[in-house]
C-alpha cells in the first residue's frame, strides 16, 4: 500500500471554552480551559494514522516543551516523525482557540512552522514513490506550498491541498493538484460565489465540504454527498478529519464518492468531543 505524507503545520492548541464573547477592552468569565495537541497538518496526520494508514509527518517544531509534547503526541498516534525537524531558538507554533455557541475563533501563531521551507522538505519527498499522497494545508509558507505541489506533479506523487486557512493559489498550483478541499467559504473567496459553474470547471478535483451537510464535487453531474449528524461539541478539527480520512480511502482505491462518504463519517464523529484531535476516530468507529 502506497504512504500518506502530510507537510504541514504542528501546535499546541490552547482552548478556552466561554458562554460570552467578550467585546473591546472587556472581561469575562470562561467555562473551561485545556491544552491539546494540534495545528492542521498534525491533526491531518493523526486523523490518518488512526485510520489504519502509514503515514508520515514533514514539519518543524522548536526546542521546547511544546515541541516535545507535539512529537510525543505523533509517535502516540502512530504517526512517523523521522522527518520533523526542531528548530533551536524558535517557539513552537500555537493556536489560540475561543469555543462559543458550537463553532470556534482561533488565532494561530506559527512560530517554527514558518522554518517548513522548500530546501528542507522538498529531499524529504525524495524518499517517497510514485502514487503516494501529499496532504498540505496553508498554516505553511505558501512558497513551499507551491514548491511542493510542483515537485508531486512531476515526480507523479498525489495531492490533496485543504486550502486552509484560506490565502490566495496560483493557478499554475490549482492546476497541479490533484483535489482541492476547501470549505464553502474559502471555495467563494478562492473562486466566487457560483458554485455550481466553479465545481463544474474542475471535475473530480474540487471537493467542497459543507460541515454536516456533507461535500459537493462534479464528475458528469454535480454529486452531493451526504453529511452524517452528531451531536456537536467541538467542530475544531473536523476539516483536518476529513482530509486526512480522504487521503486513507484514496490510499485504499476506494472510487472518489465512497472515499468522500468515508470522510464525512470521520469528519462527523470528530466534533463529538472536545479538541482537535479528540474525537478523531478509529477505523472501529466508523465501521460501527
Same mark, same amino acid.
Given at each position: 500500500?502506497?504512504?500518506?505524507?502530510?507537510?504541514?503545520?504542528? /501546535?499546541?492548541?490552547?482552548?478556552?471554552?466561554?458562554?460570552?464573547?467578550?467585546?473591546?477592552?472587556?472581561?469575562? $468569565?470562561? *467555562?473551561?480551559?485545556?491544552?491539546? =495537541?494540534?495545528? *492542521?497538518?498534525?491533526?491531518?496526520?493523526?486523523?490518518?494514522?488512526?485510520? /489504519?494508514?502509514?503515514? @508520515?509527518?514533514?514539519?518543524?517544531?522548536?526546542?521546547?516543551?511544546?515541541?516535545?509534547?507535539?512529537?510525543?503526541?505523533? *509517535?502516540?498516534?502512530?504517526?512517523?516523525?523521522? &522527518? %520533523?525537524?526542531?528548530?533551536?531558538?524558535?517557539? #513552537?507554533?500555537?493556536?489560540?482557540?475561543?469555543?462559543? +455557541?458550537?463553532?470556534?475563533?482561533?488565532?494561530?501563531?506559527?512560530?517554527?512552522?514558518n522554518h517548513i521551507k522548500p530546501d528542507t522538505v522538498i529531499p524529504k519527498l525524495a524518499k517517497f514513490n #510514485?502514487?503516494?499522497?501529499?496532504?498540505?494545508?496553508? +498554516?505553511?509558507? /505558501?512558497?513551499?506550498?507551491?514548491?511542493?505541489?510542483? &515537485?508531486? &506533479? +512531476?515526480?507523479? !506523487? *498525489?495531492?490533496?491541498?485543504?486550502?486552509? =486557512?484560506?490565502?490566495?493559489? /496560483?493557478?499554475?498550483?490549482?492546476?497541479?493538484?490533484?483535489? $482541492?478541499?476547501?470549505?464553502?467559504? +474559502?471555495?467563494? !473567496?478562492?473562486?466566487?460565489?457560483?458554485?455550481?459553474?466553479?465545481?463544474?470547471? @474542475? =471535475?473530480?478535483?474540487?471537493?467542497?465540504?459543507?460541515?454536516?451537510?456533507?461535500?459537493?464535487?462534479?464528475?458528469?453531474?454535480?454529486?452531493?454527498?451526504?453529511?452524517?449528524?452528531?451531536?456537536?461539541?467541538?467542530?475544531?478539527?473536523?476539516?483536518?478529519?476529513?482530509?486526512?480520512? !480522504?487521503?486513507?480511502?484514496?490510499?485504499?482505491? %476506494?472510487?472518489?464518492?465512497?472515499?468522500?462518504?468515508?470522510?464525512? %463519517?470521520?469528519? #462527523?464523529? #470528530?466534533?463529538?468531543? $472536545?479538541?482537535?484531535?479528540?474525537? %478523531? =476516530? &478509529?477505523?472501529?468507529?466508523?465501521?460501527?
Amino acid at each position: 500500500m502506497n504512504n500518506i505524507i502530510v507537510v504541514g503545520s504542528s /501546535s499546541i492548541d490552547l482552548v478556552v471554552n466561554t458562554n460570552k464573547i467578550p467585546n473591546a477592552g472587556e472581561t469575562v $468569565l470562561g *467555562k473551561s480551559f485545556f491544552t491539546t =495537541p494540534g495545528g *492542521k497538518g498534525a491533526n491531518q496526520a493523526v486523523a490518518a494514522a488512526r485510520l /489504519s494508514a502509514e503515514v @508520515y509527518m514533514i514539519g518543524a517544531v522548536g526546542n521546547d516543551a511544546y515541541g516535545t509534547q507535539i512529537i510525543n503526541n505523533l *509517535k502516540d498516534n502512530n504517526v512517523n516523525t523521522d &522527518y %520533523m525537524d526542531t528548530i533551536e531558538n524558535v517557539q #513552537s507554533g500555537t493556536a489560540h482557540i475561543t469555543l462559543y +455557541e458550537e463553532d470556534n475563533r482561533i488565532i494561530v501563531v506559527p512560530g517554527a512552522n514558518n522554518h517548513i521551507k522548500p530546501d528542507t522538505v522538498i529531499p524529504k519527498l525524495a524518499k517517497f514513490n #510514485s502514487g503516494d499522497i501529499i496532504i498540505l494545508q496553508q +498554516e505553511i509558507p /505558501s512558497d513551499t506550498v507551491d514548491a511542493v505541489v510542483k &515537485y508531486a &506533479y +512531476e515526480n507523479n !506523487l *498525489k495531492v490533496i491541498l485543504n486550502p486552509a =486557512p484560506y490565502r490566495a493559489l /496560483s493557478q499554475e498550483t490549482i492546476d497541479r493538484v490533484t483535489y $482541492l478541499t476547501p470549505n464553502e467559504s +474559502e471555495n467563494e !473567496l478562492l473562486f466566487g460565489n457560483d458554485l455550481d459553474k466553479v465545481i463544474a470547471n @474542475y =471535475p473530480n478535483k474540487l471537493i467542497v465540504t459543507r460541515g454536516d451537510q456533507g461535500a459537493v464535487y462534479f464528475d458528469t453531474i454535480i454529486r452531493n454527498i451526504a453529511g452524517h449528524k452528531q451531536n456537536v461539541v467541538d467542530t475544531t478539527g473536523a476539516g483536518d478529519t476529513f482530509n486526512g480520512a !480522504l487521503a486513507v480511502a484514496l490510499i485504499e482505491k %476506494m472510487d472518489l464518492a465512497k472515499a468522500i462518504d468515508f470522510a464525512n %463519517m470521520a469528519g #462527523s464523529l #470528530s466534533v463529538t468531543q $472536545l479538541g482537535a484531535q479528540g474525537a %478523531m =476516530p &478509529y477505523r472501529q468507529d466508523i465501521q460501527d
